[in-house]
């Protein structure tokens, strides 16, 4: 069964820091991968999407992918209170009974981050 | 959220009944999605419509069904409600990258 594992945290990094979130995947040909942000009781919000041929920064934000070791990475810098959510990876899977038409998710990682 | 609208909001079911979760877009998207959310399960894919006319079965669909009736609407319906069943319901729409969600509805049944 294809897969998206994330820590579940939570993390903490005190505000001004530099929050690292990670996932990993099992479908080596995945293409495309995202990152939402949920607020607690709220629908998730994309954040940023990255296609499998490079990396992507956008104001405080940055995904970073690894096709190699399978994973995909989202660093927040200078952190602030309100960063804090959980942020769910997502994958577009192909391979073997995939569709370019499904995202898999991750159970999501708890960032809090202290004034 | 206001290109995703899902309908209701909130509802209270007891066990055996029915009810049908309204999903409608207005971005002319072609794919539909509906999602389940629980307590440490992340988003499960329930069932989808890639386009009008056509739907699939997700990760968890046993206990629901769903209709496209247009390229707009997609509905799900649970037949029979079960206490399993009570979840946070997530209606997503797109027509390339990426996903956009509607607000949700929260059912609990009895």
């Known amino acids: 069964q294809k897969e998206v594992e994330q820590n579940s945290g939570p993390l903490s990094v005190p505000e001004g820091a530099i929050a690292s979130l990670n996932c990993t995947y099992s479908?080596?040909?995945?293409?495309?991968f995202f990152w939402y942000r949920q607020y607690s009781g709220k629908s998730p919000e994309l954040i940023m999407f990255?296609?499998?041929?490079g990396d992507k920064e956008d104001g405080r934000f940055t995904a970073q992918l690894n096709k190699a070791s399978q994973y995909v990475s989202l660093l927040i810098r200078d952190s602030q209170p309100s960063d804090s959510a959980t942020y769910l990876c997502?994958?577009?899977?192909f391979g073997s009974g995939g569709s370019n038409y499904k995202l898999t998710f991750g159970k999501g990682t708890l960032l809090t981050v202290n004034p | 959220n206001a290109g995703v609208t899902q309908t209701p909001k909130f509802q209270v079911l007891k066990t055996g009944q029915s009810m049908t979760l309204q999903c409608a877009q207005d971005m002319n998207h072609n794919s539909m999605y509906w999602y389940r959310q629980d307590p440490g399960m992340g988003l499960r894919l329930i069932y989808y419509s890639a386009s009008e006319g056509t739907t699939d079965k997700g990760e968890v669909p046993n206990g629901y069904n769903v209709s496209r009736l247009n390229k707009r609407e997609f509905s799900l319906r649970l037949e029979s409600a079960a206490p399993s069943q009570t979840s946070v319901y997530f209606c997503a729409s797109r027509i390339d990258q990426p996903q956009h969600f509607g607000d949700g509805t929260r059912l609990s049944i009895l």
């Open positions: 479908d080596r040909g995945s293409q495309s």
């Open positions: 990255i296609y499998s041929n």
């Open positions: 997502a994958v577009n899977m």
